[in-house]
């Protein structure tokens, strides 16, 4: 990274989680409480409990199959929990879905890409502003006024999004025809035009070489510091979740063993025998 990115203090909070200084005067933008779902006989995710700063940067990470895409469906409602609350902003989301949860400020990505590849760059930034004030059907019929003045602002907020990528001569350009790691900035500037308070990124980093993987952990640092929002992504990489989390949340079999900072968790056993297994007795 150009420039080092200074991690703040982490500070706990009564629920026993930990979140930047800076935001441990606000309403954290996620809690789970015993958070857990069952398919089945398989227990899948088992009392999950965190709680995450408004502006904080955060990992949740584990070994394949652990339950961290899991927990991505119940907190946009693709699954609702067997058990346990999911509080977004302080309000419970009990019986809410996708759909709610999304006007409710969550967005995400997906570990496989889904754009609509055979539409322009630019047209599926403008999907992602579904929940923003739409224009009227009549306006749209007849054109009216209103629908153009709709359009104009749409574009606008569109090359705006891709400008943080510097996409925006890739506008027109289908999203099918654009190289991998371009798909994934898109899919990234897509969930930002719904305009989130918590932005959640499922394997962000997959199929990026060096370099974009790079330049990724800059950008990550930049949506938080311009949006002012929340970011929690899974991720394998883990040159990127210790250079860019403050707070990270480790799965194993769909239970957390192991809450702290990138130092405590990367010196924490219980989390390297998760990853490597238990060192055979001599």
Same mark, same amino acid.
């Given at each position: 990274?150009?420039? %080092? ?23 954290? #933008? ?68 996708? !759909? ?6 969550? !967005? ?35 054109? =009216? ?6 359009? %104009?602002? !749409? ?26 790691? !371009? ?8 969930? =930002?035009?719904?305009?989130?308070? =918590? ?29 002012? #929002? ?9 040159? =990127? ?36 297994? %238990?060192?055979?007795?001599?």
């Amino acid at each position: 990274m150009s420039k %080092k990115f200074e991690k703040p203090k982490m500070v706990p909070l009564p629920s026993h989680s930990i979140v930047p200084e800076r935001d441990k005067d606000k309403t954290p #933008i996620l809690e789970c409480q015993h958070l857990g779902i069952d398919f089945g006989g398989l227990r899948a995710v088992y009392d999950l409990n965190l709680a995450m700063g408004r502006t904080e940067i955060a990992g949740l990470i584990g070994p394949n199959g652990a339950g961290k895409t899991t927990v991505f469906n119940l907190l946009t409602k693709v699954y609702q929990p067997t058990r346990g609350t999911i509080l977004i902003d302080g309000v419970d989301t009990a019986g809410k879905t996708t !759909a709610q949860i999304s006007r409710m400020g969550v !967005a995400r990505t997906f570990q496989n890409i889904r754009l609509f590849n055979n539409m322009s760059v630019e047209d599926n930034v403008k999907v992602g502003l579904h929940n923003q004030e739409p224009y009227s059907m009549l306006s749209g019929i007849f054109r =009216l006024p209103s629908y153009w003045k709709r359009e %104009k602002e !749409a574009h606008e907020k569109a090359m705006d999004l891709l400008g943080i990528f510097h996409m925006q001569d890739l506008a027109d350009a289908k999203a099918g025809s654009l190289p991998y790691g !371009a798909q994934r900035r898109l899919e990234i500037i897509r969930a =930002l035009a719904t305009n989130p308070s =918590l932005l959640l990124l499922d394997e962000p980093a997959a199929g990026m070489n060096p370099s974009e993987t790079a330049e990724l952990m800059e950008n990550i640092i930049k949506i938080r510091d311009t949006f002012q #929002i929340a970011i929690l992504l899974i991720e394998h990489d883990m040159n =990127l979740v210790m250079g860019v989390c403050e707070g990270i949340c480790v799965l194993n079999f769909g239970e957390i063993i192991a809450k702290g900072t990138a130092e405590e968790i990367q010196s924490n056993p219980v989390v390297i025998e998760a990853y490597l297994g %238990k060192k055979k007795e001599a």
